[in-house]
């Protein structure tokens, strides 16, 4: 635990006889002990992408997953830190990757990816610093509630990524929603605690973080909901001081392909499936560039240009199941 105050009274080796900025605080996770102590490390190399929201089943995971393969696929270096050691979704997705990858005998763009199994602030910067080396983004895959070690991730992030489900009632992720006026009423506690670390990373002097909202499960039916939503969405975008961005639209295809751990920018290394691609990949293609990340070689190498496509014949039962994806 060293550096890292870990509880009041309890300490590292740099344990600050006078909390900078006032009282020691009571609460050992409060936005400012964790600024304190990520600002007494050096700062992560890579760029931190950290998918939060407190709100269960919004897409975190699947939206993860999304630009994970995007920007392996653009030729980025990529790693992977899942923190919801208790469903590990996105790491089983990139395991079901790998899987799919010797099945089918071909090359699929991929991350490294751990677990964080020992959930400290420590570990989690220490796990950055290992599994992140040589890469370009470390993604952060975080579970739908709040903890000690959400909140040090949300802290640490170069872009924070909220997905929200496009419905009113899943935007009271974010805030209180007047059934009334359909208005925003008030931030509710994630917002908050995210305006907290971003109020203290900054007044640390580090660089702000970039927070994006994705509407995630877009329906074209639902029109004035919509309206509403992105009145809402609009609405607290000034005083939260976030990003709104297009997601993913409801397509049953998204969910069948995780399970084998791809997405629609592999289609092209199955011709079979090309189908699937026309309308879809494009979106795909959209969440990433929308996220406007901070990319070293925006658009090049791509890796969907290689001549190589499956080669299936080796596994039959695999392929049927495969291309029977909707
Ligand atoms: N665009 C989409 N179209 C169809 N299904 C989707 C879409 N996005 C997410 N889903 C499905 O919604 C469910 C929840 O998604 P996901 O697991 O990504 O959410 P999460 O926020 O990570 O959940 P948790 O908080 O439990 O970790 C999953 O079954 C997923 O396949
Ligand atoms: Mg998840």
New binding site residues.
């Given amino acids: 635990m060293g550096g890292f105050i870990v509880a009041n009274g309890t300490q590292g080796d740099e344990f600050p006889s006078t909390f900078p900025g006032g009282d020691w605080p009571e609460v050992v996770d409060s936005p400012r002990v964790i600024l304190y102590n990520i600002r007494s490390k050096p700062l992560v190399k890579p760029h931190l992408i950290v998918f939060a ?1 407190e709100k ?7 939206l993860a997953f999304h630009t994970c393969v995007g920007l392996c696929s653009a030729g980025e270096k990529v790693a992977v830190l899942d923190l ?1 050691r208790r ?1 590990q ?1 996105l790491a089983d997705a990139l395991a079901s990757r790998e899987a799919t990858a010797r099945g089918l005998e071909v090359d699929l763009p991929s991350p490294r990816y751990t677990v964080l199994e020992n959930q400290s602030g420590s570990m989690l910067a220490q796990e950055i610093s290992r599994i992140g080396a040589g890469s370009r983004f470390v993604i952060i ?1 975080l ?2 509630q709040d903890s000690t070690v959400a909140r040090y991730a949300i802290a640490l992030a170069n872009t924070l990524i909220t ?1 929200i489900n496009n419905s009113l009632v899943d935007i009271d992720a974010l805030a209180k929603i007047d059934p009334v006026n359909m208005r925003v009423k008030e931030p509710n506690r994630f917002a908050n605690l995210v305006e907290d670390l971003r109020r203290e990373r900054e007044l640390c002097g580090m660089p702000p973080i970039d927070w994006v909202v994705v509407k ?2 877009l329906r074209t039916a639902e029109k004035k909901q919509r309206q509403y939503v992105d009145q809402a969405l609009n609405d607290l975008s000034q005083t939260l001081r976030f990003r709104v961005t297009q ?6 295809a ?2 069948e392909l ?1 399970l084998f751990g791809l997405t629609h920018l592999d289609l092209k290394l199955f011709p079979p499936l090309s189908r699937l691609n026309k309308h879809v990949e494009p979106e795909v293609s959209r969440l990433i560039s929308d996220l406007a990340l901070d990319r070293a070689n925006p658009g090049q190498e791509s890796l969907y240009n290689s001549k190589e496509t499956a080669r299936c014949f080796k596994a039959e039962e695999y392929r049927n199941s495969l291309f029977a994806t909707r």
């Fill in positions: 929201n269960g089943g919004v897409g975190k995971s699947t919801d469903q979704s895959d579970a739908g997905p995630n499960r997601g993913l639209s409801e397509r049953v998204y969910r995780y």
